[in-house]
């Protein structure tokens, strides 16, 4: 599996922005996806995933009621909508796909989030 994430940018506080991951290969719904960040001179962290069929969805206390994690098995993407984006959430924001083992399989390239104050 191959996973292109895009949609990052440069977003005022407040700003909102969708990030999509695009998965290659098959079987896309036999994974978890998740979304993770790592912002500079800080350790990657969990962001948010979602399960196999979309109907169940976790998040980080950090960003829970701001971030929506969704997919679309059909187009093998998942995305992330981030709104009420605050200068913390600065960071490089990775997808990955996991077979359900608890840790990512697959990852991404990346996509920068940057927010300003």
């Known amino acids: 599996v191959q996973l292109q994430a895009s949609g990052g940018g440069l977003v005022q506080a407040g700003g909102s922005l969708r990030l999509t991951c695009t998965a290659s290969?098959?079987?896309?719904?036999?994974?978890?996806m998740n979304w993770y960040r790592q912002a500079p001179g800080r350790e990657r962290e969990y962001v948010a995933g979602?399960?196999?069929?979309?109907?169940?969805?976790y998040y980080a206390d950090a960003v829970k009621g701001r971030f929506t994690i969704s997919r679309d098995n059909s187009k093998n993407m998942v995305n992330l909508e981030m709104n009420g984006l605050k200068p913390e959430d600065t960071a490089v924001y990775y997808c990955?796909?996991?077979?359900?083992?608890?840790?990512?399989?697959?990852w991404g390239q990346g996509t920068l989030v940057t927010v300003s104050s």
């Open positions: 990955t796909a996991d077979r359900g083992t608890g840790t990512p399989d697959y």
């Open positions: 979602i399960d196999f069929n979309g109907e169940t969805t």
């Open positions: 290969g098959r079987a896309f719904n036999r994974y978890l």
